[in-house]
């Protein structure tokens, strides 16, 4: 990996179940409300980011017939008139934009009979201009996450072709586009050490493009200070004021997950962050993981694959139910119940432990929680006066 590990990795030998929200049938078999199915579609990708977590790109893409059998196991595991979350992955998922699109039609047509719901998601960072990924980046129902790091340079810093020339010119490129034909879309922007300070000026250089949806992630495979993370806090103030100004337009995940909680409004139910349980993940090969974040270069001596692999059983019915994620640790803290360290995967990277988050996930979570907290405190003093 081009990342440096350093938190304890040692702590877990193996995998572990996820939060589940299972329910019995009449028949007895007990079935999911909403299931995550992640295909990876090819380890290839065109870039070389310096902050992958993917491992080495190779070509070696899904066989169709591999990724229908998955989506046939997904849609078993529902209970009638589920809801299937069909995300496709990479490497870069739209070099293999026709295999793409095939899935994509076959999994409306088996969900259509089953009168299941499905909802679509594609991560791409933006490259890939062809007519079939033209296609799917306009489709209406497709949910489009592009990834650009904010400020050309910051961007440029790490997302590099193979020469390691930038590749912002080519990814804002497809932006504008998005943003001229009106399609509803976000942009991840990777968030690092090198790159934290700039952050606000990003979301800012963003917003001037007309880009209206903004998910910051940080880079948790890095290694980040004492300092880093008080530069993480101040760069969190300074964005919350820009979400601040932006609303209701402006979207930043950051803060938008935290006013909902603490205005006390369900959320959008997910299946994600089950670890395993309601949600997998499928590599080319069929071996199955808990997250698309764990496959790497789907080694067999990877521990965090699961029992079997795509091809051996009729649904993923096996994999549950769950185990609680009780995180102890937590119990103590003040915004336990307003924060949301409970993405097991994130925590297995930094500490090793899905259960366990660690105080880069905890500083985050508390900075943008108090951040939030003066936002909404501010606008309700305003609407007073």
Request: glycine share 10%; net charge negative.
């Amino acid at each position: 990996m081009a990342l440096e590990m350093t938190q304890n990795m040692g702590g877990s030998s193996g995998w572990l179940l996820g939060t589940s929200h299972m329910v019995g049938s009449p028949d007895g078999v007990t079935l999911y409300p909403r299931f995550g199915l992640v295909l990876m579609l090819t380890h290839a990708c065109n870039l070389r980011c310096t902050y992958c977590y993917t491992g080495a790109k190779f070509g070696r893409p899904m066989p169709e017939h591999l990724g229908r059998r998955a989506i046939d196991r997904a849609l078993a595991s529902l209970e009638p008139g589920g809801t299937l979350e069909l995300g496709f992955f990479g490497g870069e998922p739209l070099l293999a934009a026709g295999l793409l699109s095939g899935l994509l039609a076959y999994a409306r047509e088996r969900a259509a009979e089953q009168d299941a719901c499905l909802r679509t998601g594609l991560t791409t960072n933006g490259t890939i201009g062809t007519a079939e990924a033209w296609r799917i980046l306009l489709d209406p129902e497709v949910d489009v996450a592009v990834s650009h790091d904010g400020l050309p340079c910051e961007h440029n810093r790490h997302r590099q072709w193979e020469c390691g020339c930038g590749t912002s010119a080519r990814v804002l490129r497809t932006v504008k586009r998005l943003v001229r034909s009106g399609e509803d879309f976000r942009v991840v922007m990777v968030v690092r050490p090198d790159t934290v300070d700039m952050l606000p000026a990003g979301i800012q250089f963003l917003r001037s493009l007309g880009v209206r949806q903004m998910e910051p992630s940080l880079d948790l495979w890095t290694r980040w200070s004492s300092d880093d993370v008080l530069a993480l806090e101040d760069a969190v103030q300074r964005c919350a004021a820009i979400w601040r100004g932006g609303l209701p337009d402006l979207s930043i995940s950051w803060f938008d997950e935290k006013a909902a909680r603490l205005a006390g409004v369900p959320t959008g139910e997910t299946a994600r962050c089950s670890f395993g349980s309601g949600e997998v993940a499928v590599a080319p090969s069929g071996a199955l993981y808990p997250c698309e974040r764990l496959i790497g270069e789907d080694t067999a001596c990877n521990p965090m694959r699961l029992p079997g692999c795509v091809p051996d059983g009729d649904d993923f019915l096996a994999l549950g139910p769950a185990s609680p994620c009780t995180r102890p640790a937590c119990k103590v803290c003040s915004v336990a119940d307003l924060c949301n360290t409970d993405c097991r995967c994130s925590n297995y990277v930094r500490t090793g432990d899905p259960a366990r988050p660690d105080g880069l996930l905890c500083a985050l979570n508390r900075s943008c929680m108090e951040a939030t907290a003066r936002v909404i405190g501010a606008a309700d003093a305003e609407d007073e006066a």
